[in-house]
């Protein structure tokens, strides 16, 4: 399983990179600020919950249960919340309107906030324990 969380984080640690390329280069010319704002905001919660997972496959007193749990809340997260900021930031460059899945995004948030809190319930019961 730790293997599977590093290589997730390190995927979406790339993706992050490539997309915020993109959207320094590509998008700074296609987008208005605000919209590249938002574009970014998205790529910034990408890179964070990246790093989230490298830092939790590398934990060695975490039961797998409680890493599954979190790996599989952070990945659904990302890809709720990130993915769609990506859509609705880049709205109208396409002829499908994202605003209609807008709905995910703050789903998303909830289950990013669920990983770590799982995390953190972890943590203090083993401080308990002690």
Do not use: C
């Not at 730790?2 to 959207?23: P, Q």
């Amino acid at each position: 399983m730790d293997k599977k969380i590093l290589s997730t984080g390190a995927i979406l640690g790339v993706i992050a990179i490539i997309l915020g390329a993109f959207g320094a280069h590509a998008l700074k010319k296609v987008l208005s600020v605000e919209q590249l704002v938002t574009f970014e905001t998205g790529v910034r919660y990408q890179m964070y919950h990246a790093l989230f997972l490298l830092f939790l496959g590398l934990l060695k007193d975490v039961p797998k249960k409680t890493k599954n749990a979190i790996y599989f809340l952070v990945l659904i997260g990302v890809i709720l919340f990130s993915g769609s900021i990506y859509l609705l930031a880049t709205n109208d460059l396409t002829p499908f309107d994202f605003k209609i899945i807008g709905f995910v995004t703050p789903i998303g948030g909830l289950l990013l906030i669920l990983g770590w809190g799982v995390l953190l319930l972890n943590i203090m019961n083993k401080k308990s324990q002690n």
